[in-house]
Structures are given as C-alpha cells and as structure tokens.
C-alpha cells in the first residue's frame, strides 16, 4: 500500500468528521458545563466513536451482506452523502446529517441535568454519523489487504483522537479563529471533500456498469 493512498484516506475521514465543524456544535452542547465536564464529554464522546468505528470495520460488510446490498451500490449511496455533506461545508451549514438545530437546543436545556450528550448527538452522529459509517464500510470493503484495512482503521482512529483535542480546547480555537475563521477552513475543506466524493460516486457507477 503506497503513502499517497494512505494519505487520501485520512484526509477524506479528516474531512468527513471534519474536527474544525465540531468545535462550534462542542460549544453549543455544552454551554454551562464546566471545564472539567466538557473534557470528560469530549473523551466518551470519542472512546463512543471509535467502538462504533471498529463495530462497523468488523461487520459493516456482513450488514451489507445480509440485506443483500451490493458495495458498488453503496459506493455511490456513500458518495452522494459525502456529496450533500461537502454541499453544505462550501455554504458553512452545520447539515443535519450530523445534528440539526432542534437536536442542538434539546441537548443544551438537559446538559446539567442528564450530562448524556457524549453519546447523541456527540458521538452520534456528529462524529460519527452516516457520511462516516458508510466510508467505513467502502474503503474496508475495497482493501485487499490486511495491511489496508489497518490503515483505514488507524486513519479515522487518529481522526477522533484529533477531534478529540479539538473539543478541549474548542473555546481557545475559537477565540483564534473567531466563526469566520471555521467557516472559511469548512469551506476549503468542503471542496477537497466534493472531489472525494464525484471520485467515489463514479468508481462505484463503474463498477456497477461493468459487473
């Protein structure tokens, strides 16, 4: 497995968890919490993400197989998400493919009270959602090797843990950055992520044609 490909896919998980978004949705969930807690919902937000990571590496492919959907098939359903997802990082939309507004305002009345949110919509599916899942279960299912799949694990593992330190110090990122400053990286990296996806959607429009 050479680097190039190892690189195009931690930079496509980057993307997709994208911990630049994260920060500003961190900082709605848990407004009023204090420091301490934030970083105990930060860290079982992501230990969460990386046990549903390594469920959906280990039978994702055994899901598909048992509904009888072909991976090509879900190669292009996971390139026109990461599509919608890309569409709405170029606008600084915060999609509710990862949570939606209402979710946002529940989660932030009930935070002192249930101190539940690591779990939804943190760890999902903020970090952790459909764009994720399903990329997951594509680039496991297209590795040939042992090798590979290590790689893909290991690239959206390493993913979280940077999410991770996102979150802690989310109030610092955005005293720096200030909200133009995110939406502005978001919209750079929602048109690497629009190209990820037009190559996956056509790969698997491909391989459909020619099966």
Do not use: C
């Not at 959907?69 to 999609?95: R, W």
């Not at 979280?160 to 995110?182: P, W």
């Amino acid at each position: 497995m050479d680097l190039s490909r190892i690189i195009e896919i931690f930079v496509t998980f980057f993307i997709i968890v994208d911990p630049i978004g994260v920060v500003p949705i961190f900082i709605a969930i848990t407004t009023g919490a204090s420091k301490k807690l934030k970083g105990i919902i930060a860290y079982r937000a992501v230990v969460f993400s990386i046990f549903v990571v390594l469920l959906f590496a280990f039978i994702g492919k055994n899901i598909l197989d048992f509904f009888g959907i072909d991976i090509n098939a879900f190669q292009v359903a996971g390139g026109v998400l990461l599509f919608i997802l890309a569409y709405d990082m170029l606008n600084a939309h915060f999609t509710d493919i990862k949570t939606t507004k209402e979710e946002r305002e529940e989660v932030r009345e009930k935070l002192i009270e249930e101190q539940a949110v690591w779990v939804v919509p943190l760890a999902i599916p903020t970090l952790t959602g459909p764009a994720t899942m399903s990329s997951i279960i594509v680039f496991i299912s297209n590795s040939s090797t042992i090798v590979e799949k290590i790689a893909v694990v290991l690239s959206i593992v390493i993913t979280l843990i940077i999410a991770y330190y996102f979150m802690v110090f989310s109030d610092k990122i955005l005293n720096k950055l200030g909200t133009s400053g995110l939406n502005s990286a978001n919209r750079i990296l929602g048109i690497i992520l629009l190209s990820i996806s037009v190559k996956m959607i056509i790969t698997g429009l491909k391989k459909l044609w020619y099966s």
